[in-house]
C-alpha cells in the first residue's frame, strides 16, 4: 500500500481507502478499480492524492495486455476464432477506438450535467446528443450497439454511464420503431436525463453493496420526482421532462411513483423504461455482477406483453437477440460456444454451436447463457 499523487493514478489501480468530497460525502469507495470516469471524479473534487492497494498487479501496462486479449478472445480456454488474424487485429484497433469515443462522451455528458446541477446553467441537449449519437458510427443507428457496451462494463455503476447507454438504447429502438431522425434524437434526450435525479441522493446509497433498508430504497425512488423538479423549467421537450417523471411506471399500473396505467404514461417514457431496465440488468452493479443479455430476454418474456408496451417490447426483444446471433458465448456448464440459431417461441433460449455439438437451449432446461464473450 502507498500513497499516490492523483495525476499518477492509472486506469486498473485499486484504490485502497474509502475517498470522500470536500462535503464530506463519500466518491468512490476503498477496493474500487480505478477508471477514466473515476480519475475524472477524482481530479473534479480536488482530490490530490489517495492510498492504492500494490498487492493487486494492476499496472497499467498490464491492464492494457489483457484488455487487448480479451478483445481477441486469447484468454478462453478452448475458444479458437473463426477470424484470421489480421481481422482480429482490426477488431481490436475498433474496440479501442470505440472505448476511447465512449470515454469522451462520458466525460462531456458529465461536465454538462454537473455545471447544470451545481452553476444552474441552460441546457445544451442538442450538444450533448450529438456527442453521444456520434459513438453509433456513420450509419446512425447503432445496429452494433448492444454489442459495443460489452466492452463498457467498467463504467457500469456510475449514474453518467448508465445514462448514456439507455440515450444509445432508446435512439435504436426508436429506429426500430420506424421514428423520424428528430424523434430519435428525441428518445436519445429522453434516456440521457431519464436518471438525472439520481444526482440528488447519496453515493454511499446508490454504490452500497448491499441490500438497501426499506428508507433507502423510499429515498431512491424519490429519483423521479426530483429528477422532474430539475427539469420542469428548462425549455426542453416535455417528454424528456415526464421522462425522467415516469419511467419506473408500467403499463400495468403496478410501478412508481403513481401506478399510472399504460394510456397515461408518456409514449418517449415507456421507451426509456424497457432500455433502462435492459441496461440496468445486464450492467455490473455493487451488489451483484452483470446479468446476461439472454436471462434479461428471458425475464422480458415472462413480463414484458404485461409491464411494457407490447409492440415496443416485441421489437425490443426481436431485434435484440438478432444482433447476438453468430456471438460466442459461454454456457453454465463452462462450454464455449456461438449462438446460430433463435428459437421465436424462447427468444432468451437459442441454439448454440460447441464445436461439432448443437446445443438447442429450449429443451436443455439444466442449461443457460451465462454471458455474452467479448470476442471474436
Given at each position: 500500500?502507498?500513497?499516490?499523487?492523483?495525476?499518477?493514478?492509472?486506469?486498473?489501480?485499486?484504490?485502497?481507502?474509502?475517498?470522500?468530497?470536500?462535503?464530506?460525502?463519500?466518491?468512490?469507495?476503498?477496493?474500487?478499480?480505478?477508471?477514466?470516469?473515476?480519475?475524472?471524479?477524482?481530479?473534479?473534487?480536488?482530490v490530490?492524492?489517495?492510498?492504492?492497494?500494490?498487492?493487486?498487479?494492476?499496472?497499467?501496462?498490464?491492464?492494457?495486455?489483457?484488455?487487448?486479449?480479451?478483445?481477441?478472445?486469447?484468454?478462453?480456454?478452448g475458444?479458437?476464432?473463426?477470424?484470421?488474424?489480421?481481422?482480429?487485429?482490426?477488431?481490436?484497433?475498433?474496440?479501442?477506438?470505440?472505448?476511447?469515443?465512449?470515454?469522451?462522451?462520458?466525460?462531456?455528458?458529465?461536465?454538462?450535467?454537473?455545471?447544470?446541477?451545481?452553476?444552474?446553467?441552460?441546457m445544451?441537449?442538442?450538444?450533448?446528443?450529438?456527442?453521444?449519437?456520434?459513438?453509433?458510427?456513420?450509419?446512425?443507428?447503432?445496429?452494433n450497439?448492444?454489442?459495443?457496451?460489452?466492452?463498457?462494463?467498467?463504467?457500469?455503476?456510475?449514474?453518467?454511464?448508465?445514462?448514456v447507454?439507455?440515450?444509445?438504447?432508446?435512439?435504436?429502438l426508436?429506429?426500430?420503431?420506424?421514428?423520424?431522425?428528430?424523434?430519435?434524437?428525441?428518445?436519445?434526450?429522453?434516456?440521457?436525463?431519464?436518471?438525472?435525479g439520481?444526482?440528488?441522493?447519496?453515493?454511499?446509497?446508490?454504490?452500497k453493496?448491499g441490500?438497501?433498508?426499506?428508507?433507502?430504497?423510499?429515498?431512491?425512488?424519490?429519483?423521479?420526482?426530483?429528477?422532474?423538479?430539475?427539469?420542469?423549467?428548462?425549455?426542453?421537450?416535455?417528454?424528456?421532462?415526464?421522462?425522467?417523471?415516469?419511467?419506473?411506471?408500467?403499463?400495468?399500473?403496478?410501478?412508481?411513483?403513481?401506478?399510472?396505467?399504460?394510456?397515461?404514461?408518456?409514449?418517449?417514457?415507456?421507451?426509456?423504461?424497457?432500455?433502462?431496465?435492459?441496461?440496468?440488468?445486464?450492467?455490473?452493479?455493487?451488489?451483484?455482477?452483470a446479468?446476461?443479455?439472454?436471462?434479461?430476454i428471458?425475464?422480458?418474456?415472462?413480463?414484458?406483453?404485461?409491464?411494457?408496451?407490447?409492440?415496443?417490447?416485441?421489437?425490443?426483444?426481436?431485434?435484440?437477440?438478432n444482433?447476438?446471433?453468430?456471438?460466442p458465448?459461454?454456457?453454465?456448464?463452462?462450454?464455449?460456444?456461438?449462438?446460430?440459431?433463435?428459437?421465436?417461441?424462447?427468444?432468451?433460449?437459442?441454439?448454440?454451436?460447441?464445436?461439432?455439438?448443437?446445443?438447442?437451449?429450449?429443451?436443455?432446461?439444466?442449461?443457460?447463457?451465462?454471458?455474452?464473450?467479448?470476442?471474436?
Amino acid at each position: 500500500m502507498r500513497r499516490v499523487n492523483t495525476d499518477q493514478l492509472r486506469p486498473g489501480m485499486i484504490i485502497a481507502e474509502d475517498i470522500y468530497a470536500p462535503n464530506g460525502q463519500l466518491i468512490i469507495a476503498k477496493g474500487t478499480k480505478l477508471t477514466d470516469a473515476t480519475l475524472e471524479q477524482l481530479s473534479r473534487n480536488a482530490v490530490l492524492s489517495s492510498r492504492i492497494d500494490d498487492s493487486v498487479k494492476t499496472a497499467a501496462a498490464s491492464s492494457q495486455k489483457r484488455e487487448e486479449d480479451i478483445y481477441k478472445g486469447d484468454d478462453i480456454p478452448g475458444f479458437t476464432s473463426n477470424l484470421p488474424e489480421n481481422l482480429r487485429e482490426a477488431r481490436a484497433k475498433q474496440i479501442k477506438e470505440q472505448k476511447k469515443s465512449y470515454t469522451e462522451g462520458l466525460n462531456f455528458f458529465q461536465i454538462s450535467i454537473n455545471n447544470l446541477v451545481v452553476k444552474n446553467t441552460d441546457m445544451d441537449v442538442d450538444t450533448i446528443i450529438d456527442q453521444t449519437l456520434a459513438l453509433l458510427g456513420s450509419n446512425g443507428k447503432g445496429t452494433n450497439i448492444l454489442q459495443m457496451l460489452v466492452f463498457m462494463q467498467e463504467y457500469d455503476s456510475d449514474v453518467y454511464a448508465h445514462s448514456v447507454n439507455v440515450s444509445l438504447l432508446c435512439n435504436m429502438l426508436a429506429h426500430w420503431l420506424g421514428y423520424s431522425e428528430e424523434d430519435c434524437r428525441l428518445a436519445a434526450a429522453c434516456g440521457m436525463f431519464h436518471d438525472i435525479g439520481k444526482l440528488t441522493i447519496p453515493e454511499e446509497i446508490l454504490q452500497k453493496p448491499g441490500p438497501l433498508t426499506p428508507e433507502e430504497k423510499e429515498l431512491v425512488n424519490t429519483h423521479t420526482e426530483k429528477g422532474y423538479q430539475m427539469l420542469k423549467d428548462h425549455p426542453i421537450h416535455e417528454s424528456i421532462k415526464l421522462s425522467a417523471l415516469l419511467h419506473h411506471e408500467n403499463c400495468d399500473g403496478t410501478g412508481y411513483p403513481y401506478k399510472l396505467p399504460g394510456d397515461q404514461i408518456d409514449p418517449y417514457a415507456k421507451l426509456v423504461t424497457i432500455c433502462n431496465i435492459y441496461d440496468a440488468m445486464t450492467s455490473n452493479r455493487p451488489y451483484r455482477k452483470a446479468i446476461s443479455p439472454f436471462d434479461v430476454i428471458d425475464y422480458f418474456e415472462k413480463k414484458g406483453l404485461q409491464k411494457f408496451d407490447t409492440r415496443s417490447i416485441l421489437l425490443f426483444l426481436e431485434n435484440t437477440i438478432n444482433t447476438y446471433l453468430n456471438c460466442p458465448v459461454r454456457l453454465s456448464n463452462g462450454m464455449i460456444g456461438y449462438v446460430v440459431f433463435i428459437n421465436r417461441r424462447k427468444l432468451g433460449r437459442p441454439t448454440v454451436q460447441c464445436g461439432t455439438e448443437f446445443i438447442d437451449l429450449a429443451k436443455r432446461e439444466d442449461l443457460r447463457i451465462m454471458e455474452l464473450l467479448p470476442a471474436i
